[in-house]
């Protein structure tokens, strides 16, 4: 099990970015595929980005292809989602998930990650 805390959301203006963080404890960090979701309000939770355990592999929602950038520093123990030309349709709660030990390809399906984070809110102003 790991334990995840994201960090980075706030309010921004249509056009903008942020960087949103999921520190992780534990020393085995590396080991997981890591994902990041979303939750917008009276919507189901959705899949944005996710990376591999050395951060060869990655895979986007195609509604954030092309602006969102996921990335990792396994000796930090952090995952990353860089966030351009955000859109007031990208106001959610941002949660990021690690995938079971072990299980190395990147998915969009949230039940293959056990272990969540609180969340980190994202609002985007038009």
């Not at 996921?70 to 949660?95: C, F």
């Not at 969009?108 to 272990?115: G, L």
Request: with cysteine; net charge positive; proline share 3%.
């Amino acid at each position: 099990q790991v334990q995840l805390a994201e960090s980075g959301g706030g309010l921004v203006q249509a056009g903008g970015s942020l960087r949103l963080s999921c520190a992780a404890s534990g020393r085995t960090f590396s080991l997981y595929t890591m994902g990041w979701f979303r939750r917008a309000p009276g919507k189901e939770r959705e899949f944005v980005a996710g990376i591999s355990w050395n951060g060869g592999s990655t895979y986007y929602a195609d509604s954030v292809k092309g602006r969102f950038t996921i990335s990792r520093d396994n000796a930090k123990n952090t995952v990353y989602l860089q966030m351009n030309s955000l859109k007031p349709e990208d106001t959610a709660l941002y949660y990021c998930a690690a995938r079971y030990p072990g299980r190395t390809t990147v998915t969009a399906r949230d039940s293959e990650y056990p272990d969540w984070g609180q969340g980190t809110q994202v609002t985007v102003s038009s």
